[in-house]
DNA sequence: GAGGGGACCTACTCGCACGTAGGATGTCCG
DNA sequence: CGGACATCCTACGTGCGAGTAGGTCCCCTC
């Protein structure tokens, strides 16, 4: 007699037994899977743990509720992405390679671990406090950081720089959102250096003139 | 004695009689009020009805369920943003003036109607496939008139032109989100001829060149 | 002033999914 | 070998909110 399988898609054999940091690594991984195909409110807890091959007590024994288990992917989303930004602006002191840099990062961002950038740009849960926050500010970072180079070489107020920075970071999330649904209808170094060259001969049109 | 007042607040006083067409009116505009506020999830019908005066079978003898009711005012709304961009768009032939006509538009739509645009830009549906369709339908109209604008002027690929209309009209919709969280740290004027100055550099720099 | 229709209400059902109680089973050390 | 500890399970409580059944009230017409 073989082992049953539940109607659930995929679910993993039950039995094996992990220890502790293993098994949260692993409802961690099964949980972003399932956060990012279905969204916050349409993922069940039964449906994780079943994904991990695990009861769902177990789940609540590594996290005390769904929230929180959720906010503890996106903090891993969002730091990656910030992260990501700072290197690329610091990687290079050249501002048009920066640029190039910037929106490389955020195509990369967008092409790693499965779609769970959809954690961060597309998340159900924005209307939640905490989440929106996370959300918010690791975009205001990003933005800050831009436009803080954009202050150095410009006559911007810190006002019209934040605003500007604000936006070509949503053009880059926007484009690079846009650009991972049409899976290789446009190569990734084109996309990125499209858009990159968009940004760049735009901002390079504020010199110290105002 | 006067009239009882529920705890719900400012829940309109109930006994008010009205035709069937004003009524679904007002429905339409309570539901607004209590999905912009607490976005589709957090919504309940309940509130809606309490909203307008009224007791929840009233509001399914107009809509056969929540979904409806949000498709409803949705479809609403999406239909006024390309709107919007469309006339921005033929409101001239100069496409200086055609870029900062478009930002206007979205500057516009984001400033009206309390916050309607939450519905359509940060909806807490975007995982269901009939919110998902309208949503990515009406930015990929906008976007579509801005790239076949650009098409014309340009060597741009086909392509090539999708993209960068996709990210410009994101550029626009993050950045008049974020414009109209900050009350009035930059005047409406200012911020849209800032974003649009840093819009038409980028676009000018693609000659016939390719 | 009787009858019909439309607007409206109170009070309920019901399903779903988060979170939990209590118990079983394997592993490691004295 | 025996007990303690940790991992894991089945089975349930519970609350919330969408959607509904059935009846009331009022106006308008004949």
Not at 36 to 47: I, L, R
Not at 152 to 172: N, P, Q, R
Request: net charge neutral.
């Amino acid at each position: 007699m073989e082992t049953r399988v539940t109607a659930t898609p995929d679910a993993k054999p039950r039995g094996t037994r992990l220890p502790r940091l293993a098994r949260r690594r692993q409802l961690l991984s099964a949980a972003q899977e399932v956060f990012v195909q279905n969204g916050y409110h349409a993922a069940a807890m039964d449906e994780i743990a079943d994904r991990a091959g695990v009861s769902k007590p177990v789940l609540y024994q590594h996290f005390p509720g769904k929230l929180e288990l959720y906010l503890a992917l996106l903090d891993l989303h969002v730091d990656d992405m910030v992260n990501r930004c700072r290197e690329a602006l610091a990687s290079t002191h050249e501002n048009k390679l920066r640029v190039q840099a910037t929106f490389s990062a955020f195509f990369d961002f967008v092409s790693t671990q499965g779609e769970a950038f959809r954690l961060v740009f597309e998340s159900d849960l924005r209307n939640v406090a905490p989440v929106r926050q996370r959300v918010e500010r690791s975009l205001q970072e990003c933005a800050e950081m831009v436009s803080a180079v954009i202050q150095e070489d410009t006559g911007c107020t810190s006002d019209e720089a934040h605003l500007l920075g604000i936006g070509l970071v949503g053009m880059a999330e926007v484009s690079a959102r846009y650009w991972v649904t049409t899976h290789g209808s446009i190569p990734k170094d084109a996309a990125e250096q499209l858009m990159a060259r968009l940004a760049w001969r735009g901002i390079s049109g504020f010199p110290r003139t105002a």
